[in-house]
């Protein structure tokens, strides 16, 4: 059946294929790579619409350059170092994804997954080729035995946590549910994953389960995941109570020590789902003083809450407002619905810290004041982010288990400030980030810099090891992995274990 795919006839920008940049001797490619007409160095991308198109189902899309919807196709949240896409293919079934893959290496080009474009490693700034927007792909199905669904790879937050709570239920990840169950990689029973060679395998523990290991932690090294299947709770509350604190710098070595207390190394609260805090400069509040800003959620009745929040009620605020709000709702109080997610160049650094050091923070809450005055530009977006999470349920797994590494870590901050388009502000911003991720790491001299997998910046002092964890046999068994399912090192444009100019080995035969 001939594919309806989005015709444009204008597209004149030509796709570099990637053995044309960089040549592989012959021998060494590898089989899929042989059979394709090598000579083939440049094809349009009106071309390819008009060779892949017709191979795909009905409903699929493909976005050139020069369609109007392009730059809303490609919208990031990171404009630092993004990808350099020349083509958008969206699928709009799980078996479209393997065909383009195929096509994408018999014409050699790189491909690369994308679900929300929330990405901001500055790897992503190294890739170039097709994009695979799997935006259609959002199906969300519960299972029979109702203790499970299965998403398609392009489900999102939103509808994840619509729909679900819709129909009575709840599921984890590294977010407010993280204390009774866990991070998604904890709750992932079975992968439907397209390898780098266009295969399409199970993953689950009795089919490749060595790769299911890697797939919790690391699985954008080794393929597309088409759908997975997931575990799902019944909800057991109706509403989240939101307490949100404004405080003056004044407060700042009190509250940090408060929320190390009701942290207790791990024993936070499970049903306290989230503490967030953000630093800025409020410039209605004041312009020479960032002030602190703190959100607290939990799953129950506001009497609960209110009861474990007691001490944070003590510290003397600016304002306070607080709810109760069925649980889609709890991210607008809390500042982390799509409204307060805009696209801009962002300079980031990263941490994960067990306990919060009250010198270091004031350490890095003074160095904020002096910036901002010193760049007024740069102060009115930069900001401290705080993450608590209860952590019962993902400390709950034993660390060998999945590829993720850092489950003794109990807090997450970072520091993010966007760059103005067109300024020469992006080396002061570059260290400002630089200069707080020193101080937060000083700040724990008996441990080493831990980076939470999501959220690595690409920033060159940020070791592999930081990510994957400081035990030799983490990475050694990761690669061992990418050696098997992806020895062309096709997938490594985010976060990759082995970075584009090492040399992958190489299995013949
Ligand atoms: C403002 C902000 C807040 C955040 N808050 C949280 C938080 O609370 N908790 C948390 O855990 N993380 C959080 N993150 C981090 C977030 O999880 C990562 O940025 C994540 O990579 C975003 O996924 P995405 O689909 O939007 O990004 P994308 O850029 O679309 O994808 C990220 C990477 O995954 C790959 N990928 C996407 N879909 C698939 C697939 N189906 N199969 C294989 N590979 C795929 C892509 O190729 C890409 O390399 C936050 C990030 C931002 C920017
Ligand atoms: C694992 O995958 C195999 C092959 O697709 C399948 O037969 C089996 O039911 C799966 N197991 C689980 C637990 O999903
Ligand atoms: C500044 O603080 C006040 C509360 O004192 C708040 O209402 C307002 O939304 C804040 N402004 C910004 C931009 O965060
Ligand atoms: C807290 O941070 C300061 C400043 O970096 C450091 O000197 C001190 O050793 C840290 N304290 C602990 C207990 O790690």
């Not at 059979?35 to 083939?40: A, D, E, L, S, V």
């Not at 474009?117 to 700034?125: D, E, I, K, Y």
């Not at 910046?457 to 070791?463: A, I, K, R, S």
């Given at each position: 059946m001939a594919a309806i795919y989005r015709r444009i006839f204008c597209g004149i920008a030509l796709l570099q294929a990637f053995v044309a940049s960089s040549p592989l001797p012959l021998d060494t490619m590898p089989r899929y790579f042989q059979?394709?007409?090598?000579?083939?160095r440049q094809v349009s991308v009106s071309q390819i619409e008009h060779e892949l198109g017709p191979l795909l189902s009905p409903n699929s899309a493909i976005f050139l350059p020069?369609?109007?919807e392009w730059a809303n196709v490609n919208?990031?949240?990171?404009?630092?170092?993004?990808p350099d896409i020349e083509i958008v293919v969206q699928p709009?079934?799980?078996?479209?994804v393997p065909i383009i893959v195929r096509y994408c290496n018999d014409n050699s080009f790189e491909f690369l997954a994308v679900n929300r474009?929330?990405?901001?490693?500055?790897?992503?700034?190294t890739f170039k080729g097709v994009q695979i927007d799997l935006?259609?792909?959002t199906a969300i199905n519960i299972e029979k035995d109702r203790k499970s669904a299965l998403f398609q790879g392009g489900a999102w937050a939103r509808e994840v946590i619509g729909t679900l709570w819709d129909r009575g239920y709840v599921t984890s990840g590294h977010g407010r549910y993280e204390g009774l169950y866990g991070l998604v990689a904890d709750n992932i029973i079975h992968l439907n994953v397209v390898l780098a060679d266009g295969s399409v395998i199970s993953v689950n523990k009795t089919s490749h389960n060595d790769l299911l290991w890697a797939m919790k932690g690391a699985g954008h090294n080794f393929g597309i995941v088409t759908s997975f299947k997931l575990k799902i709770y019944p909800k057991k509350v109706e509403t989240w109570h939101y307490h949100n604190y404004f405080w003056t710098q004044d407060k700042l070595e009190t509250v940090f020590e408060e929320l190390n207390k009701i942290q207790d190394h791990g024993k936070?609260?499970?049903?306290?789902?989230s503490s967030y805090g953000q630093i800025y400069m409020n410039q209605s509040l004041s312009k020479t003083e960032a002030i602190l800003w703190w959100t607290f959620a939990y799953a129950g009745a506001a009497s609960e809450a209110e009861n474990i929040l007691r001490p944070f009620n003590?510290?003397?605020?600016?304002s306070e407002e607080m709810g109760d709000v069925p649980y889609p709702d709890i991210v607008t109080p809390q500042n982390t619905?799509?409204?307060?997610c805009g696209s801009a160049a962002y300079a980031i650094s990263t941490v994960l810290l067990q306990t919060y050091n009250i010198t270091a923070q004031r350490q890095i809450y003074d160095l904020f004041n002096r910036n901002a005055a010193l760049y007024p530009e740069l102060a009115e977006t930069s900001r401290l982010y705080y993450e608590g999470y209860a952590v019962k349920g993902m400390q709950?797994?034993?660390?060998?288990?999945?590829?993720?590494?850092?489950?003794?870590e109990n807090h997450l901050a970072f520091f993010a400030t966007a760059v103005p388009k067109?300024?020469?502000l992006s080396d002061p911003a570059k260290t400002w980030a630089k200069d707080s991720w020193d101080l937060w790491n000083a700040g724990q001299p008996t441990r080493k810099p831990a980076t939470y997998v999501n959220y690595a910046?690409?920033?060159?002092?940020?070791?592999l090891e930081s990510i994957y964890g400081y035990e030799s046999w983490r990475l050694e068994r990761l690669r061992g992995l990418k050696n098997k399912y992806d020895p062309n090192n096709r997938?490594?444009?985010?976060?990759?274990?082995?970075?584009?100019?090492e040399e992958p080995k190489r299995i013949h035969g």
């Open positions: 059979n394709t007409p090598i000579t083939r020069s369609d109007p919208e990031r949240w990171n404009t630092l170092a993004p709009a079934e799980e078996s479209d474009g929330h990405g901001f490693t500055t790897s992503l700034g935006k259609q792909l936070s609260p499970v049903l306290l789902g003590q510290i003397e605020a600016i619905d799509i409204a307060s709950a797994v034993a660390s060998a288990s999945t590829a993720y590494p850092h489950r003794d067109g300024s020469d910046t690409g920033n060159q002092y940020e070791l997938f490594r444009f985010f976060v990759p274990i082995v970075a584009a100019d």
